[in-house]
């Protein structure tokens, strides 16, 4: 069976009604059929030809995938789990296993021999090596294949089936979606980008159970010819050398995920119209690249972890929808006025950089809901950083700010405010007018002078958390009150404010130490 909504192709409807698989729909959409069973009616009695019954036999008895399942090899192929069946040929097979590997080689050549295959999906804790037979399956639109984990008390095996992709892999020419866990190794061939109609390449690693992935060496440039392709992904690999410019030339792309590889060099201008998520954290990139991005639909940016010096491009001030921004652990020294222009910029992350200043204009953006810049070097805040309203949580801890923005503590959503570790000498007054269950940490820094009583109390309700230890308090800045929540703790030195008492010998001296 299938359902066609008319469009044709994985991510335009057209999917395979015999599991509770997710399918696309045109913007990469995720649904699900959600069949428990699946009720097959046929006026006559169905059949398998003999060459797919015994190429399914061979797999199933190879990969030990039998034990654990409702295989009966008493009835017709075509009744076993995993299998449909059209026109007398297998056009999809789905196979997984729930125990050890039964055989040194789990997949066998006879994979080869299913040539009306349209699906496959063989994700289990297999051995052996994927055959080279794989790439007669021409007619194939969607695969799925990878290494997994199965506990089977009292150990846990691991699945060791390996797979480089072939040169041949352009025999899949039909393919659209490829998909591969645990398994890659050696580099990416130039004739991937003869695979015209595909959509998603998905190719992933469980670092916790199989270490960093072995795909390796570089990106080829041929990887820009395929020009019908939503979903990039290649995770935790180890891609390495500078991304081919020719990626800009995937126009359909919607998510880009490059994460946990070496690539260095350059970060390319991205010139991607319809992407919405872009991931290129855990990499080695050392630059922006001189150029004019454009991503109109781009919602979350993510580069954090690289080596990236100088300032953020502005043309990443035009990406209009950005909601998420994060570019923390790079060596990024600027962040450009022009920020303000991403009104809908609800979370910004600039941790562990090399920044001296926030800009004024991000403190107009209204949405901004979490702002984290800690371990920089920030001596300039806005401000007017607060004024804007939305603010929730703010973290500029271990910079070397001195003075607060008094707007801060009139922003009515604040719910976190982390300005530990800088040289901060006073709090303003505003904070006394924070709202309710607001934690406050503002520990390693040098403040004195009174501290606002509602900071401490809960005249006007409870404080999450404040932390004021280890700055320059005197017991006379601490409020007299008997409704205090939070003590001020061991403090930094403080010069005395007397310190020379004349008295007699054997005179009796009491010194109230709050007077000096």
Known sequence: FHLNFGWGGYFNGYFLMNSSSWFGTGNAGQYYSNFAKILILSPTALHV???????????????????????????????????????????????????????????????????????????????????????QLEDLKKLIIGNAAVYVAPNLYKGDLRWELPEDIDNLSHLEWLSAYNILEGTIPASIGNLSDLKLLFISQDTTDYGKGKLGGPLPAEIGQLGQLQQFHISDQSLEGPLPPEINDLKELRELDLSGNMLNGPVPDLDFPSIGYINLNDNQFSEFADGIGYCPNLKDLQIQSNTIAGSIPPYFCNFALLESLNISDNLIESVPEEISNLTL???????????????????????????????????????????????????????????????????????????????????????????????????????????????????????????????????????????????????KDVPLTKQVYLVQEGDEVSIDIRSI
């Open 49 to 135: 030809n003999e060459q797919d019954s015994l190429a399914v036999d061979a797999v199933i008895q190879a990969t030990g995938a039998y034990e654990g399942t409702d295989v009966d090899f008493t009835k017709p192929v075509w009744t076993w789990p995993g299998v449909l069946v059209m026109n007398e040929r297998v056009i999809r097979f789905s196979l997984g296993s729930s125990g050890p590997p039964k055989s040194a080689t789990s997949i066998p050549a006879e994979i080869g021999n299913l040539t009306a295959l349209q699906e496959l999906s063989l994700y289990g804790c297999f051995n052996g090596t994927v055959p080279s037979t794989i790439t």
């Open 345 to 491: 910029l609800n979370r910004f992350n600039a941790d562990h950089n090399l920044l001296q200043a926030l800009p004024d204009g991000l403190a107009l953006i209204i949405r901004l809901k979490e702002l984290s810049a800690s371990n920089n070097q920030i001596g300039y805040v806005p401000g007017s950083l607060g004024q804007a309203g939305g603010l929730e949580t703010l973290d500029l801890s271990y910079n070397l700010i001195q003075t607060i923005p008094p707007l801060l503590g009139k922003s009515p959503n604040l719910s976190e405010v982390y300005l530990n570790h800088n040289q901060i000498d006073s709090i303003p007054a505003s904070f006394a007018h924070l709202g309710d269950g607001v934690s406050v940490f503002l520990q390693d820094n040098e403040i004195q002078g009174l501290i606002p009583e509602n900071l401490m109390t809960a005249a006007t309700g409870v404080h999450g958390h404040v932390r004021l230890d280890s700055n320059r308090f005197v017991f006379n800045d601490i409020p007299e009150s008997e409704e205090l929540l939070f003590g001020v703790q061991y403090q």
